[in-house]
């Protein structure tokens, strides 16, 4: 017998009535270091619940290894951490999650096999999830409510009535955790539209909806379909994500609170999404591609309730009012913003140019066309393609199929173009300037798209590249995943302006580690580690303007800032803020 079960219009918790009033918090996206204060704060806005995904992606990142449960994927210790604040847990282990995070949580050595049907009950991918809840279960069981733990309900896939109507894929899921001695709650969710509704569900599994507004018309339309049990919303979206080059979502927080507020006295349960959204680190965010190619930025700090350094912003407050009417919120102080680290300057004085290190950071593989990343056996980053260019002269660049997912061009070291795949660039012209001048083509890997029917596809160079209509062969491709920087020698820089892709390194001292933001004025595009923790992607075209740096990457006394800048800059300095900019607000 499950802890949570159904009424006709509600839930019962070890057979109590219970409401969940829950808010999504991604372990993933957080750092372990601050877990606990995050669902300190949940606890304290009122919420009885969390409600967190689980990145398939990142947990197997091999299919013949073992499952990744520690550090950031250290889901046994969030669960403890969430019973021991008191709260309850939903988990969405997927096997697909969306959630904006590099391909929607499916590993890419699944889905760069075009001949699997992703998502769908062909066995190579049941058969794979299969081996996945394998592994996961075992150190997943103990933290299920029959065993005492927090975990109150499970969900079967995610949004999948807008993806795809094969039912039996779904059952086969619901079976594949029963049969793995999950006897909790399972539920689906859907956008709350009939068709949706009716190809996301299964017959003996709770439907929940996805929606962010209009909650009479969209809980009328989980009543119409479902005549009997709870109304939960499983996601409400109360504010959203931001794409580079596209302005930086928020959403009104009494217009949110008043919508919540509509939820809750209609007698629903809720998952607010997202409570705290936390931080794309690395190379983790997703992308969008529907016309066009959008990777999603570094930041995930969505508008949430919580900001991304954790602080309680408007929608706390607003939440936490609204929640004290329906059910009560604790009787304790609520939490102050946290503190911050001084305003730091630090200066980029080591230097090493990355394209004359690619063969020192990965060996070539060479091929007669360039190849894909995913064949260079390469998850996330970067890749650098090398060839000779035919007779001097005039010439026009074909990348036949594009390129994945951005691609600037060197001809003898010197940079002569960039090709986008949010422009459907395939074509480059260049000057040749002598026999046997050098081209170097690198790609980089911008984000796995997240949502619809383009989840898999392929980076790097996408097929074969001619100039002037002749095929360029023999390429050395040298994978850069970049997750290692131990190989790069530093050299003191001169003082001059830099023209091409570089590393530049700083040092700064820390008295007390706290948040902080890097602003990099003057910078372009490229990637920011402190410390050797990759903070992630930056780049001028906005919105977000600053890298949120979390206080336990820092350290008294000396910390190491290390960027790699994809194109010229003749700044030196970056700066560590009291304050994020995640760029000119767009309320929706
Ligand atoms: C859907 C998905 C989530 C997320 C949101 C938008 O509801 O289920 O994973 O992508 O959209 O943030």
Not at 41 to 63: C, I, S
Not at 242 to 265: C, E, F, K, Q, T
Not at 457 to 484: F, I, M
């Amino acid at each position: 017998m499950p802890a949570l079960t159904t009424t006709s219009d509600g839930f019962l918790l070890h057979g109590e009535p219970f409401r969940i009033i829950s808010g999504a918090l991604h372990y993933f996206r957080v750092h372990p270091g601050l877990w606990s204060d995050r669902l300190r704060k949940a606890r304290l806005m009122g919420l009885n619940t969390v409600e967190t995904y689980l990145p398939w992606n990142h947990h197997q990142p091999d299919p013949e290894g073992p499952l990744v449960l520690d550090g950031f994927l250290d889901l046994p210790r969030f669960l403890r951490l969430a019973q021991d604040e008191g709260l309850h847990v939903l988990l969405r282990p997927g096997p697909f999650i969306c959630a904006e995070w590099d391909g929607g949580g499916l590993p890419d050595w699944l889905t760069s096999d075009p001949d699997i049907r992703l998502r769908s009950s062909d066995p190579r991918f049941t058969g794979a999830v299969d081996r996945y809840l394998d592994l996961l279960l075992p150190p997943l069981r103990p933290h299920l409510a029959a065993a005492g733990g927090p975990v109150i309900a499970v969900q079967v896939e995610n949004e999948y009535g807008a993806y795809g109507d094969d039912s039996a894929y779904l059952k086969h899921l619901a079976d594949a955790f029963r049969s793995r001695g999950v006897e909790e709650l399972l539920f689906t969710c859907d956008q709350a539209d009939p068709e949706h509704l009716a190809a996301g569900s299964l017959p003996g599994v709770l439907t929940a909806g996805t929606f962010g507004s209009r909650v009479e018309q969209c809980l009328g339309r989980l009543r119409e379909y479902r005549r009997e049990g709870p109304l939960f919303c499983a996601e409400f979206w109360i504010g959203w994500f931001d794409h580079w080059g596209g302005p930086h979502h928020v959403r009104n927080a009494a217009d949110a609170a008043a919508d919540l507020d509509r939820l809750l006295s209609a007698g629903a349960s809720v998952n607010i999404y997202m409570f705290h959204g936390g931080t794309n680190f690395g190379f983790t965010n997703g992308a969008n591609h529907k016309h066009a190619y959008e990777p999603t930025v570094t930041s995930y700090d969505y508008d949430a309730a919580l900001t991304e350094c954790g602080d309680p912003g408007p929608k706390y407050h607003a939440f936490r009012e609204v929640i004290a009417r329906h059910a009560g919120v604790p009787d304790e102080p609520v939490p102050a913003p946290g503190p911050k680290l001084p305003p730091t300057g630090v200066e980029l004085d080591g230097r090493a140019p990355l394209l004359p290190l690619a063969g020192a950071l990965a060996a070539p593989v060479r091929t007669d066309d360039p190849v894909t990343m995913g064949e260079l056996g390469q998850r996330t980053g970067y890749a650098l393609y090398r060839t000779v260019l035919p007779a001097p002269g005039d010439g026009l660049l074909h990348f036949a199929d594009g390129v994945g997912d951005r691609a600037q061009v060197f001809v003898d070291g010197a940079p002569v173009g960039v090709l986008e795949r949010e422009r459907h660039d395939e074509t480059l012209p260049v000057r040749i300037p002598h026999p046997g001048a050098e081209l170097e083509v690198l790609v980089e890997n911008m984000g796995g798209v997240n949502y619809g029917p383009r989840i898999g596809a392929p980076k790097g160079l996408l097929g074969p590249v001619s100039c002037n209509g002749t095929v360029l062969r023999g390429w050395e491709c040298h994978p850069l995943p970049l997750d290692d920087l131990d190989a790069v020698p530093f050299a003191p820089g001169d003082g001059t302006a830099v023209t091409v892709p570089a590393f530049h390194r700083g040092t700064f001292e820390v008295d007390t580690p706290a948040d902080a933001f890097l602003s990099l004025p003057g910078w372009t595009k490229g990637q920011a580690w402190i410390n050797g923790f990759h903070l992630g992607r930056y780049w001028n075209r906005g919105p977000q303007h600053t890298l949120y740096v979390p206080a336990p990457v820092l350290r008294p006394g000396s910390n190491e800032l290390v960027l790699l800048e994809l194109h010229g800059t003749a700044a030196t300095r970056a700066q560590l803020t009291d304050t994020p900019d995640l760029g000119p607000e767009n309320t929706w």
